[in-house]
Nanobody, 120 residues
Framework: QVQVVESGGGLVQAGGSLRLSCVAS????????MGWYRQTPGTQRRLVAT???????IYENDVKGRCTVSRDNDKNTLDLQMNSLKPDDTAVYYC??????????????WGQGIQVTVSS
């Protein structure tokens, strides 16, 4: 199995920055990609940024230019640097480790989620 643990959330004022960190452990052969997602009450979980198995990085349009995701394959970590935060960025952020082949997700493992609150 794979365990995924997030850290680094909290409360920040609008315009500020936060860095979220994620580490995956366990059977590391069971995933080859990682990503950050977020969810607000009553909505579906949405992609923030992900690093695919071939190293391609995809960002949600709303965070492009404000966020940078970085993966350390040796340490199985995925960091998300978020700048110029807005109240609309308030959400629970989840890290996902997943296995993909031919751009199809075959299995995934989620962390418990971490709250990010941006005050106006």
């Amino acid at each position: 199995q794979v365990q995924v643990v997030e850290s680094g959330g909290g409360l920040v004022q609008a315009g500020g920055s936060l860095r979220l960190s994620c580490v995956a452990s366990g059977n590391i052969s069971m995933f080859n990609a990682m990503g950050w997602y977020r969810q607000t009450p009553g909505t579906q979980r949405r992609l923030v940024a992900t690093v695919l198995s071939d190293g391609t990085i995809i960002y949600e349009n709303d965070v492009k230019g404000r966020c940078t995701v970085s993966r350390d394959n040796d340490k199985n970590t995925l960091d998300l640097q978020m700048n110029s935060l807005k109240p609309d960025d308030t959400a629970v952020y989840y890290c996902k480790a997943y296995y993909m082949r031919d751009y199809i997700v075959l299995s995934d493992y989620w962390g418990q989620g971490i709250q990010v609150t941006v005050s106006s």
